[in-house]
């Protein structure tokens, strides 16, 4: 079946530091990849999304490209501030209807100290 | 814009007690999930309901059921609370393409005991 595997954490990084999070995944088909952050005491929150190979999902500064080649979606930021502390989580969705279904990585809990 | 709402935020059980879940979205979503979040374990899926009247069990079913009341809601119960049921529970509601993401509630922290 669909699995996402993630880099464990914690990731503690100096603020405005480089960050990769690193995101494998095993799909039958073409699956649509996202990567959601959970801040504190909240839910999940889309970051980003890409949805064939070779698209590039950004939002507020972080970037992951789909790349089929290496079944991968690598999360990066140039320049990590403090409020990026969180969890973040990497995800596919296959199929659609009664298929399509969120897998979910286990998740890299990210602190940035000042 | 309230998206997913879950009440209750906070519960504590006794083993053996019964509850249920509540879970409602004003986005017109077909697709609506329950998820448990454990520490090292992500997000493991128990059921979901692809539309109104249908339910599916997901990755954890066991020890849960779920009913889908109508196009808006869709609550999970636990028959008889285990103290291995002490997680925290996201509910989600997606279009049902495979292309769109998921709309989390701000989830219910559970403890059994």
């Known amino acids: 079946g669909d699995s996402v595997t993630q880099m464990e954490g914690p990731v503690t990084l100096s603020e405005e530091a480089f960050l990769t999070i690193n995101c494998t995944y095993t799909?039958?088909?073409?699956?649509?990849l996202f990567w959601y952050v959970q801040y504190p005491g909240e839910g999940l929150q889309l970051l980003l999304k890409?949805?064939?190979?070779?698209d590039k999902g950004s939002n507020k500064g972080f970037e992951a490209t789909y790349r089929k080649e290496t079944t991968s979606f690598h999360l990066e930021k140039g320049s990590v501030q403090v409020s990026d502390s969180a969890v973040y989580f990497c995800?596919?969705?296959?199929?659609?209807?009664?298929?399509?279904?969120?897998?979910f990585g286990t998740g890299t809990r990210l602190q940035v100290t000042l | 814009n309230a998206g997913v709402t879950q009440t209750p935020k906070f519960q504590v059980l006794k083993t053996g007690q019964s509850m249920t879940l509540q879970c409602a979205q004003d986005?017109?979503?077909?697709?609506m999930y329950w998820y448990r979040q454990d520490p090292g374990m992500g997000l493991r899926l128990i059921y979901y309901?692809?539309?109104?009247?249908?339910?599916d069990k997901g990755e954890v079913p066991n020890g849960y059921n779920v009913s889908r009341l109508n196009k808006r809601e869709f609550s999970l119960r636990l028959e008889s609370a285990a103290p291995s049921q002490t997680s925290v529970y996201f509910c989600a509601s997606s279009l049902d393409t495979s292309n769109t993401e998921a709309f989390f509630g701000q989830g219910t922290r559970l403890t059994v005991v």
């Open positions: 799909a039958t088909g073409y699956p649509s």
């Open positions: 309901s692809a539309s109104e009247g249908t339910t």
């Open positions: 995800a596919l969705r296959e199929g659609t209807g009664t298929a399509s279904k969120l897998t």
């Open positions: 986005m017109n979503h077909n697709s």
């Open positions: 890409a949805t064939k190979a070779d």
